[in-house]
């Protein structure tokens, strides 16, 4: 039986890690909702839309479309955002720094949830977010809430970042992570919590393989 793998979690906890590492394993797809949040927020930068005019924001989101691609030879699933592949710009810092604005707009996040919630349709999928366990599919079979001590967070995002941008420095990310983590749980739309029925994986000391372990168990258990 396929099912549907809800992953949540605070910002760089390894949720896109995992969540790929398990589609790969069950032949599932992976859908990364961040991403589509984040080719959003690139979308409304680059046309200037104001974050405070519904009205323009509601004319930007009929001319976003937005789809993923798996990349022939990598194996990555990559986002285009209006036929542009968008999967590098979008983990610029400048989308990091408004994408949780953005996120808390109700529009945006009705947009996007209408998506997300057709790619579940035929089930063996396997997506990551803030509120995928508790609005997007709440009958989920398998909830997975993913924390990690701020830190070691702060590093792991740290390295990803230098990795593109050598100039980025450690107060910037973890302040952005912070602020990101406070919107995120505190705005009015869909506040990142952990749905009563999920499964709490706090990786701080967990090695990627102990962490799919420990999930594909809990999918044998869900089936
Ligand atoms: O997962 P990632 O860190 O790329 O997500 C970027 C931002 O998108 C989050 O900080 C959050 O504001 C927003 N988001 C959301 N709901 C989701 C996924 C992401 O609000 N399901």
Redesign the pocket.
Known sequence: MKIIIAIDGF?SCG?STLAKELAEQLHYTFI????M??AITLYLIRENVSLKNVEEINEALKNIHLHFETHPETGKSEIYLNDENVSRHIRDMIVADK??EV?AIKEVRTFAVAQQQKMGKRKGLVMD????GTVVFPDAELKIFMTADPEIRVKRRFQEMYAINPDITLDEVRHNLEL?DY??SNREESPLRRADDARLLDNSEMTREAQLKLALQWVAEAK
């Open positions: 910002s949720k990364d909702t961040g991403a949040y984040r994408v949780s996120a977010g803030r509120d995928i990101r919107i995120d």
